[in-house]
Every structure is written in structure tokens, then in C-alpha cells.
């Protein structure tokens, strides 16, 4: 049975995973908001998604241009969590999984470091 969080609540775990991220990569991390929503409308099961152009793809013309990003969503994680600690270690693993991104870290070199 899915956890039952209240959004407030949900949001404090997004926030407590980013404050966790080491200092030296949340300095290097530039244009980017991060987001909470329900769910992704398209993809109505996905966790989490980055969108925007990562760090190692900007070129000396990267300027001028929108935020990346990075989109957590509340009630896929939450429906497949049946506590609130699996909550809290699933947003963890989310909102880093979704900062690689951000960083130029592709699903397949997640998996292989164990952030998938």
C-alpha cells in the first residue's frame, strides 16, 4: 500500500536530500530549479526528470536561456514506497539521480555506480 504524505511534508525530504548533496557540486550547480509535482502527465510512474542541457554539454554560448529542471514526482515515489524511511531513502536516490543528470552522468554510468 502506497505511503500517505502530506505534500508539505514530501517537499522537506526534497529539500533535506538537496541540503545532503557535498558542497563542492551544489556550488557547481548553475541554471537549474528544482521542482516537486504529482506526478509526470506522460509518464505517469517516472520518479524523477531532468531537463535542460547538462554541464558537460554547454559550450561558450550557453547563456540567455531558461533554468534547467530537475522535476521530482511526489506520488509516483510515494506509490511505490510502503514506509515513510523507504520515502526518505527513495527521494535521496531520486534528487541524486537526477543532479548527475545535471552533471552529464548518463543512466547507464548510474547504474554502474549504484544510483539508478
Do not use: K
Not at 554547454?58 to 515515489?77: E, N, Q
Not at 524511511?85 to 547507464?108: K, N, R
Request: net charge negative.
Amino acid at each position: 500500500m502506497p505511503v500517505d504524505m502530506p505534500p508539505a511534508r514530501f517537499e522537506e525530504l526534497v529539500g533535506d536530500a538537496l541540503d545532503a548533496v557535498p558542497a563542492q557540486f551544489a556550488q557547481m550547480m548553475d541554471n537549474v530549479v528544482i521542482l516537486v509535482e504529482a506526478r509526470n502527465p506522460e509518464e505517469p510512474s517516472l520518479l524523477g526528470l531532468y531537463e535542460g542541457i547538462a554541464l558537460t554539454e554547454r559550450m561558450s554560448d550557453y547563456g540567455g536561456v531558461l533554468p534547467d529542471t530537475i522535476t521530482i514526482y511526489r506520488d509516483a515515489i510515494l506509490d511505490i514506497c510502503e514506509t515513510d524511511e523507504q520515502v526518505v531513502d527513495e527521494v535521496s536516490i531520486t534528487v541524486v539521480h537526477e543532479i548527475a543528470h545535471h552533471f552529464g552522468i548518463d543512466d547507464a554510468r548510474l547504474h554502474e555506480l549504484g544510483w539508478a
